[in-house]
């Protein structure tokens, strides 16, 4: 298994987290940078990410990484915020841009980060967007699941 992240700090913080968890066998960590994996095709049978894509500038660039280090029969699984139902939109929409800055304030000193959170979640694609960037980088099969009314989603894609 090998976890990675492009920022240090996080790839730090996530080994710490395992091992204080007693977490330490078979596991390999690497600084990287999902547009540019730097690891050999066809190299993995899963990939997994979760509240990651979001923040990554060329997102087709990374599902094409992706695809090229897993191999034949391989999935890729992703986890991220999505586009919520629109009978949640209006409250999700209040409470992402007046509510959840203030309690950034209040509990983590730190509005800003989370003003960066609700905008980023309403840059990343929606759905279907993501599903068909998926596709363009060469994923069958793909889906997606919704959470939470679609605040949150599972896409899943396979490399046959």
Do not use: W
């Not at 007693?22 to 095709?41: C, I, K, M, R, T």
């Amino acid at each position: 298994m090998v976890l990675s992240d492009i920022n240090a700090a996080m790839l730090g913080n996530g080994r710490s987290q395992l091992l204080d968890n007693g977490v330490s066998g078979n596991v390999a960590f690497a600084q990287a940078n999902a547009e540019q994996l730097p690891f050999h095709d066809a190299s993995f049978d899963l990939v997994t990410m979760a509240f990651g894509l979001r923040n990554v500038t060329d997102k087709q660039q990374a599902l094409n990484s992706i695809f090229r280090v897993l191999r034949p029969g391989g999935r890729l699984l992703v986890l991220e915020f999505s586009k919520p139902a629109s009978a949640l939109k209006p409250a999700y929409d209040f409470y992402s841009f007046n509510i959840l800055p203030k309690l950034g304030r209040l509990i983590a000193k730190d509005e800003d980060s989370y003003r960066y959170l609700a905008e980023s979640i309403r840059m990343h694609p929606d759905q279907m967007s993501l599903q068909g960037m998926m596709e363009q980088a060469g994923f069958e099969d793909c889906d997606y699941h919704n959470l939470s009314g679609g605040i949150v989603a599972i896409h899943r894609g396979y490399k046959f």
